[in-house]
């Protein structure tokens, strides 16, 4: 792990920010591990997170309240499904709906643009965006922290098996993504 080292701290938080635009809760986790282990640092990596969440579902939003409903006509069967349920759950569930959609599997990427196509208004999105992303980056960069103090209890030398839990947790993060890709291809009748 050492000599990745100069090239995680001179790029880590760049990729932490541009895959947490996207969606990552895998490499917050390794980020808050690295972190422990003193390559990243914790308060970074969360506001870090922060604004790449934060950042990535402003953007949707935005395009969503544009153009959403001229857009939504020409998307997929998923992402009109997927856009159908946003809906429900924003109408049963409303504000707790929007703090939380993060951490609901299958609408976590549709939400921002459904929920700009809904007309929620742009100022109370973005101050519960805000709320919601920085308890996001807080969640998950401290577990990644915390998982580092964890494997430290129980290794007295966690570089000799760092590779391995990196690995462990990135395979982990291309399984559900792969997971997430054929499910979703099932649904539409498309090969993945």
Known sequence: ???WEPLIRE???IVLFVVTFLE????LLVAGFMAQQGILDLTMVVLTAFAGTFFGD???FQVG???????????????????????QLLHRYDTWFILGFR?????RNVTPFALGSYGIQPLRFFLLNGLAALIWALIFGVCGFVFGHTIDAFFEQVSVYAYFILGGL???GVVVV???RFRQSGKTGQTP
């Not at 951490?103 to 609408?107: A, C, D, K, Q």
């Open 1 to 3: 792990m050492e000599q």
């Open 11 to 13: 790029y880590g938080y």
């Open 24 to 27: 990552g809760e895998t490499i």
């Open 58 to 60: 402003q953007l949707y």
């Open 65 to 87: 309240y544009r153009w959403g409903k001229r857009i939504l006509g020409r998307l997929s069967a998923t992402w009109q499904e997927r856009s159908r349920r946003v809906e």
């Open 103 to 107: 951490f609901v599997y299958g609408v």
């Open 170 to 172: 990135l395979g982990l």
């Open 178 to 180: 792969a997971w997430r």
